[in-house]
């Protein structure tokens, strides 16, 4: 038996022993008003004798019986005002109190928060995440409003995150007004016949009342601090729009899309290319140039299928044409013609933040709306690297077009970067010939992936002859070579290109951030719907972050537009529990919910199911069988926690599980779901049967085998 489980063990024996002598010595008994009242004179004398030791006993006798969460507190105060008077009553209930609750808060905490945890996963982030925000204030409401049994508030604010300090100073504050109206009562006691005439029905009108004060001022404070911001901006009196969306990306194409579907009045204004990062420069060209590169792969590596192979030629000035022939094919359905069809109003311009209502296109028409929606993206980051600016170094922003003019593939390429799509990059061009260093700072590649998704992708790129130089840093360039350092050496890496991947980073200046006081950081600051320090500017996708994928932007532009268009009726929590990723490697790591390294961050219990697609018939046939699908298993139940999939076409099989998570459907669904044969697919049904294999009824078993030799006779 662990540890942790052997302590938990004792305690909750301890409690139960102790709770169970209150009962088995009938203490109740004593703690009633009648017994206090026929005792009072007798306990004043003994107070009288033995002040010290007579506030100690009863402290702890306070402490012990809040602590246990045993009936009987109410008595015990009026019992501190009866033999210790008002101020001396209140100062020692207030304090025991505190403790009592704070030990029993303790020991929720240590008895039930893992369990609940593992249990309720996603859930509890959320309570956690809402106790974070506004904990102290629903602590504050629910203790000065008297009709909470306290002794619940305790244990259910111990399997929440709220700290231990918070809590028991928020708990002291909140309980004693009631402690001395109990206290004071107490000091009058012959004439309380019982514990409710305490409280008539207007004092616990008044309590209530107070009690709902902290929400209540809370929401006055934050309606005064949203009117607060536009103090230094003149609304207008009627807006042009209902919507300005600035950014034809992902984030600002879905946003447009959803407001004019539902009849707004919307303005779309993009200062480039239609379709923005995603389709231009990102994942459309990344992956078409990824298919180049499989081709160029599997003619190379044929022999692997009975047939010659061959070191492919590239047509490298064919190749980039063809990943611009495709950006062209997507483009229409990203266009001005599209989107003026479907009844948005797209500007081609530079948009400006003038007012909090107000955008400038170009520095000249403005154009006032209710609500604005900032999609305005990110571009790739560049380190201060010594001689890099001079180097003629490529990013996934101007690699497109630079490597446009070239009749030849780079022979000598550096990457800088290990991320998703510096590893894209760094075996594509492998793929094609060039001979690619991958140089990553960090131990690994793949940082946010599972640690075995990231060793398998290194060993394979690897194999397929690209240098990784994983704990490397790139210090400088010297005329065409890359110098890294790791530790104390340092070494010098040739090249023709170095493509720079070291990531993203948010368009934040240029446009009127600045002037109206938007709060940035890495990104636009944004709250949970997705408003900015101003409640009618939204901002979605990599400007808003924290992820940077286009249906992560997508996804937020839903929330981003309806709460713009129908907040004053309904506001929406942007909610990212279930996203998916994938990293277009070959093969593909596909990513939802948690891994094992963020599982353990987030303190969660998880059972781990491996599959290893060494067995899985389909994946023989591809010769594509090294992978695995690994998935996160909540102990006890079935239900998913997370999954990563290493495999070909990952991106795809994941779909099911996502769906499975995102619907609450366990792994005995999976199961009972007919999979085609033969099919990659399978594989997730496969990990399902593992999950199952490994939680066989045994005992059950056992009966039934008994139950078979019996039927042979
Ligand atoms: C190489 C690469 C590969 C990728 N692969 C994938 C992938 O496989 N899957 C995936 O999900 N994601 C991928 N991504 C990420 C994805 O491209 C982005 O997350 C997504 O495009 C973000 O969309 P967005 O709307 O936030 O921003 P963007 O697409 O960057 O759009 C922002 C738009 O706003 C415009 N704009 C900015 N300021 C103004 C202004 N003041 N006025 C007017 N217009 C303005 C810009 O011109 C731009 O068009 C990849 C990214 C890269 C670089």
Same mark, same amino acid.
């Given at each position: 038996m662990k540890r942790g489980n052997q302590g938990r063990i004792l305690l909750l024996l301890l409690i139960a022993l102790a709770i169970a002598a209150f009962f088995v010595f009938d203490?109740?008994?004593? #703690?009633t008003l009648a017994n206090l009242k026929a005792r009072q004179a007798g306990l004043a004398a003994y107070v009288g004798a033995n002040p010290v030791a007579a506030v100690a006993a009863f402290f702890l006798f306070y402490v012990a019986v809040t602590a246990l969460s045993l009936p009987g507190a109410a008595i015990l105060t009026l019992a501190a005002g009866a033999i210790f008077g008002l101020w001396e009553g209140t100062l020692i209930v207030s304090f025991a109190s505190t403790i009592g609750a704070s030990l029993a808060f303790l020991s929720s905490r240590y008895l039930l928060r893992d369990w609940v945890k593992a249990r309720f996963g996603g859930r509890i982030d959320a309570i956690d995440r809402g106790i974070a925000r506004d904990g102290a204030f629903y602590l504050l409401t629910l203790r000065l409003?008297?009709?909470?049994?306290f002794f619940l508030v305790n244990l259910a604010m111990g =399997?929440?995150?709220?700290r231990l300090l918070t809590f028991a100073l928020v708990s002291q504050a909140g309980m004693l007004l009631g402690t001395a109206v109990y206290v004071n009562a107490g000091t009058q006691l012959?004439?309380?016949?019982?514990?409710?005439?305490?409280?008539s029905p207007a004092l616990i009108g008044s309590f209530v009342l107070l009690g709902l004060f902290p929400l209540l001022a809370k929401a006055l404070v934050g309606a005064w601090k949203r009117r607060l911001v536009y103090r230094r901006w003149r609304r207008p009196r009627?807006?042009? %729009?209902n919507l300005i969306v600035i950014g034809a990306g992902a984030g600002g194409l879905v946003t447009a899309l959803i407001g004019a579907t539902v009849r707004a009045k919307v303005t779309l204004i993009e200062k480039?290319?239609?379709?923005?990062?995603?389709?231009?420069?990102?994942c459309v060209p990344s992956k078409a140039l990824i298919r180049s590169a499989r081709s160029a792969h599997e003619i190379r590596t044929a022999a692997a299928y009975g047939i010659a192979p061959a070191e492919p030629e590239v047509r490298f000035a064919e190749m980039i044409e063809r990943i611009h022939r495709i950006i062209a094919e997507i483009a229409p359905a990203d266009s001005v013609e599209r989107y003026t069809g479907l009844g948005v109003d797209v500007r081609k311009g530079h948009a400006r933040l003038v007012d909090p209502w107000t955008v400038e296109i170009d520095g000249g028409e403005r154009l006032t709306s209710r609500a604005i929606v900032i999609a305005a993206g990110g571009e790739p980051a560049v380190p201060p690297i010594p001689g890099l600016a001079e180097s003629g170094y490529l990013t996934s922003d101007t690699m497109w077009e630079k490597l446009?003019?070239?009749?030849? #593939? $780079?022979?000598r390429i550096a990457i800088i970067g290990g991320g998703p799509i510096g590893t894209e990059m760094a075996q594509a061009f492998a793929r094609l010939g060039a001979r690619v260093t991958q140089i990553e700072h960090?131990?690994?590649? #793949?940082? %946010?992936?599972d640690e075995e998704a990231s060793a398998l992708v290194e060993t394979i790129l690897r194999e397929e002859g690209v240098e990784i130089l994983t704990g490397h840093e790139a210090v400088r360039v010297e005329g065409k070579a890359l110098v890294v350092r790791a530790e104390a050496a340092e070494r010098q890496i040739p090249f023709d290109e170095i493509i720079v991947a070291v990531g993203r980073k948010a368009? #934040?200046?240029?446009?009127g951030l600045e002037a109206l006081g938007i709060e940035t950081g890495r990104t636009i600051v944004t709250n949970d719907w997705l408003e900015? =320090?101003? $409640?009618?500017i939204y901002a979605v996708g990599d400007v808003a972050g924290p992820y940077q994928f286009t249906h992560f932007a997508a996804h937020q532009a839903w929330f981003a537009a309806v709460n713009g268009l129908f907040g004053q009726l309904k506001r929406f929590r942007a909610d990212y529990r279930i996203l998916p990723w994938v990293t277009f490697t070959d093969p593909e790591v596909a990513h939802v919910g948690h891994n094992e390294q963020s599982a353990k961050e987030a303190g969660l219990a998880y059972e781990v199911v491996r599959y290893d697609l060494s067995h899985l018939d389909r994946a023989l046939a591809e010769g594509a069988n090294r992978g695995f699908v690994k998935l996160l298993v909540m102990p006890g139940k079935d239900r998913l926690l997370g999954a990563t999939i290493v495999a070909d076409r990952a991106g795809e099989l994941i779909a099911e599980l996502v769906l499975a998570m995102k619907h609450g459907l366990g792994l005995n669904k999976l199961l009972g779901t007919i999979h085609a044969?033969?099919?990659?697919?399978?594989a997730n049904k496969y990990a399902a049967g593992e999950w199952k294999k490994a939680h066989k009824p045994e005992r059950l078993l056992g009966w039934v085998e008994r139950y078979h030799r019996w039927r042979r006779g």
């Open positions: 203490l109740g008994a004593y #703690l409003i008297p009709a909470f049994p =399997v929440t995150a709220m012959a004439g309380i016949e019982s514990t409710s005439d305490i409280f009627r807006f042009d %729009r480039g290319e239609m379709g923005g990062d995603c389709l231009n420069t990102g446009r003019g070239r009749e030849t #593939l $780079p022979e960090g131990p690994r590649l #793949l940082p %946010r992936e368009r #934040l200046t240029g446009y900015t =320090v101003y $409640p009618n044969y033969p099919t990659l697919a399978e």
